[in-house]
């Protein structure tokens, strides 16, 4: 399973774009890419899925260059209700071995007005 | 359409008793995972069930713990007895596609004194 490394905390204001990058080096070929948020006792929520180049949903955008070895989360204009840990995972959507979700430290954000 | 559902939300017991979880699946999912964090550690994988069969177990920390999933609808997770140890925050998890998006609960809330 690739391992996956994401700052532990981040600040940000209303308004601003966020951008929270994610290394995973080890990745896999067959890996795709989920990132999932989490609030204050709460359960994740998945945001969204990638596999490669761009994905985009109402929530946010996913950014993955070419050699796949990173990824960005990309949140427009966050509001305080953004505030949450949010949580890179790699994995094989199809591997029996990889089904399992495997969480790692996720990066604290914290937006301020 | 409801969610996942975790009963009780808190739980609080006494060293060597016996405490079950229930957890919900959104129904026609047959895939339900159950994962757990203990105080400052990562959301760790328990076990995941495909309808009523254990796919996966690995995770599982010792035979104190036991998992059921009959008829594959609901699910519980029987700890006896409880260890200072056990206390945390145990999610469920189901999801529709086998490592496709999975949808999380609101946890329970386990505390062993």
């Known amino acids: 399973l690739a391992k996956t490394t994401q700052p532990i905390s981040m600040d940000s204001y209303e308004g601003q774009e966020v951008n929270i990058t994610c290394s995973h080096n080890?990745?896999?070929?067959?890996?795709?890419i989920t990132w999932y948020q989490q609030f204050p006792s709460q359960g994740p929520r998945f945001i969204i899925q990638?596999?490669?180049t761009k994905v985009t949903n109402e929530v946010a955008s996913l950014f993955i260059p070419a050699d796949r070895k990173s990824s960005t989360l990309s949140l427009p204009r966050v509001s305080l209700s953004d505030t949450a840990v949010y949580y890179c995972?790699?994995?094989?959507?199809?591997?029996?071995?990889?089904?399992?979700?495997?969480f790692g430290t996720g990066t604290r954000l914290q937006v301020f007005p | 359409e409801a969610g996942v559902t975790q009963f009780p939300s808190h739980s609080v017991i006494e060293k060597g008793q016996t405490v079950t979880l229930r957890c919900d699946p959104i129904?026609?999912?047959?895939?339900l995972y159950w994962y757990r964090r203990v105080m400052g550690k990562e959301i760790k994988f328990l076990l995941h069930f495909v309808k009523e069969s254990k796919q996966d177990e690995s995770g599982m920390p010792n035979n104190r713990f036991l998992a059921e999933r009959t008829g594959g609808t609901y699910s519980t997770l029987k700890v006896q007895p409880a260890e200072l140890e056990d206390s945390g925050v145990y999610f469920c998890?189901?999801?529709?596609?086998?490592?496709?998006?999975?949808?999380f609960g609101q946890g329970t809330r386990l505390t062993v004194v």
């Open positions: 990638g596999y490669k």
């Open positions: 129904s026609g999912h047959d895939n």
């Open positions: 998890a189901s999801s529709q596609d086998r490592g496709r998006r999975a949808f």
């Open positions: 080890n990745i896999a070929t067959n890996d795709y």
């Open positions: 995972l790699v994995g094989d959507p199809g591997s029996y071995n990889t089904d399992k979700l495997i």
